[in-house]
C-alpha cells in the first residue's frame, strides 16, 4: 500500500517541489546570513580602525613602562589616559575599552582600563588578563590586527573583540582591546537559526500542499488536459485515463462515478475494405459527435484502437441511456456509411460488487462486449 502510494505521480512531483524548496529557502537565508553577517563585522571593523586610528595618534607610550600596579592609577600620566579612554568610549559607545601588556612573568596583565573606578568590572593596572582572551591577544602582540570573525561568548556577555598592537617604533609594547557588546546581534542570529527549520518545513509543506492541488487540477478528469490528448480524435488518451482513474481513488470519489464503454463495430474490416483513411474518419466520427454534444456531464477517451470510455460523476442509469441517445444521435449525423455503428455497455460503481473504479469499468465492459455479440449474432439473420 505504502509503495503504490510512492508510485503515484502527484505524490512524487509534491514530494520533489518541496525538497527543491526545501534546499533553495535554505541556500537564500545562508546567502543572506553570510552578507548581513559579514556587513556586521564590516561595520564593526571600520569602528574599530577608526577608535585605533584616533587613540595611537594620543596615546603615550610611556604609560606602558610607568604603569604597572594598582598604585600607578594615582600617576598623572594614567590620570590624563584613562580620561581619553573614557571620552572615547562614551562618544563610540563601545563596551570597554582598555590596554594591556605583557609582564615580566610572560602574562598578559591591564594597563588602563576606560571603566570609572568605581564600576563592578573595573580592572587595575597589573590585574591579570583574562586566559580565554590570550590566543588574540599573543596574536596582537604579534604585530597583527586581530579583527572579530564571530560572536564570542565571554563569562561577561556576547561580544565582538578586537585587537590592535601598540608600537614604539618598530617594537609593539602592548595591546589596544576594543570590546563591542553584541548581545542583542547574538539573539537575532540565533533566533533566525533556530526559526530557519521552521520557515523551511512551512514553506516546503506550503509548497508540498500546492503542487499536489495544481497536479491533481490539471489532470482532474472533469478538465481539458492538453498534455494528455489523443492526436487523431483530441480525446483524452489512455495515460490520463489512468492516471484520472488513480487520481479519483486517491480521493476517494468513487461514489456515483458510471462509465460507458464504447466499441466501433467492424473497425478492423472497414480499414481492410476501405482502407484506414476511411477507418479513421470513422473512429473520429464518435469523438466529433462527443464534441459536439458541448456536455459536461462526462468526460471521454479514447484508450484503445476502437475503444472509447466515458466517465460520467453523479450518475445514473437514466443519465447514461440519455446520454448515449443524444450521442448516437449526433453519430449518425457524423456517419457517411451504414456499416458504422458501434456497441456499448455501462456500469455505476457499487462498493458493494466493485473493489475499485477498474472493477466498475470491467463491469461495464463485459455488459458492453455482450451488447456486441448480440450485434454480430442480429447481423448474421
Not at 466493485?354 to 458492453?368: E, P
Amino acid at each position: 500500500m505504502r509503495s503504490a502510494m510512492w508510485r503515484r505521480v502527484d505524490i512524487q512531483v509534491s514530494v520533489f517541489t518541496a525538497v527543491i524548496v526545501a534546499l533553495l529557502s535554505y541556500s537564500i537565508f545562508m546567502v543572506q546570513y553570510k552578507i548581513t553577517y559579514r556587513d556586521m563585522l564590516r561595520s564593526l571593523n571600520d569602528q574599530a580602525e577608526h577608535i585605533y586610528t584616533y587613540i595611537g595618534e594620543r596615546f603615550e607610550p610611556d604609560t606602558f613602562k610607568h604603569i604597572s600596579t594598582r598604585e600607578d592609577v594615582l600617576k598623572e600620566n594614567y590620570t590624563r589616559m584613562h580620561d581619553r579612554f573614557q571620552r572615547v568610549r562614551e562618544i563610540t559607545g563601545v563596551m570597554y575599552l582598555y590596554t594591556a601588556k605583557m609582564d615580566e612573568n610572560g602574562e598578559f596583565v591591564y594597563v588602563i582600563d576606560c571603566l570609572d573606578p568605581g564600576a563592578e568590572d573595573f580592572r587595575y593596572p597589573g590585574d591579570p588578563i583574562e586566559r580565554e582572551i590570550y590566543p588574540d591577544m599573543e596574536r596582537a602582540m604579534q604585530g597583527e590586527k586581530v579583527m572579530p570573525e564571530e560572536i564570542k561568548k565571554t563569562d561577561w556577555g556576547k561580544i565582538f573583540i578586537t585587537y590592535m598592537p601598540i608600537y614604539e617604533g618598530d617594537e609593539v609594547i602592548g595591546v589596544i582591546g576594543i570590546e563591542f557588546r553584541a548581545d542583542h546581534q547574538y539573539r537575532t542570529y540565533q533566533n533566525l537559526r533556530r526559526a530557519l527549520p521552521v520557515f523551511i518545513l512551512l514553506f516546503s509543506l506550503i509548497a508540498c500542499l500546492v503542487s499536489r492541488f495544481l497536479f491533481r487540477r490539471i489532470s482532474n478528469p472533469f478538465y481539458r488536459d492538453m498534455s494528455n490528448m489523443d492526436y487523431l480524435t483530441q480525446l483524452k488518451n489512455r495515460n490520463a485515463y489512468q492516471l484520472d482513474m488513480n487520481n479519483l481513488e486517491a480521493k476517494k470519489m468513487e461514489s456515483g462515478i458510471g462509465f460507458i464503454l464504447i466499441d466501433l463495430n467492424s473497425l478492423k474490416h472497414i480499414n481492410d475494405t476501405l482502407g484506414h483513411d476511411v477507418g479513421d474518419r470513422y473512429i473520429t466520427c464518435i469523438s466529433k459527435a462527443y464534441l459536439n454534444m458541448h456536455t459536461g456531464e462526462g468526460v471521454m477517451y479514447r484508450i484503445g484502437g476502437d475503444e472509447f470510455v466515458v466517465m460520467m460523476p453523479k450518475a445514473t442509469q437514466a443519465g447514461i441511456e440519455d446520454f448515449v441517445a443524444r450521442l448516437k444521435k449526433e453519430f449518425d449525423k457524423l456517419a457517411f456509411r451504414p456499416e458504422f455503428t458501434f456497441s456499448w455497455g455501462s456500469a455505476i460503481f457499487d462498493e458493494e460488487a466493485d473493489d475499485n473504479l477498474f472493477s466498475t469499468c470491467r463491469r461495464a465492459d463485459k455488459n458492453m462486449y455482450m451488447k456486441k455479440q448480440k450485434y454480430y449474432e442480429d447481423k448474421k439473420t
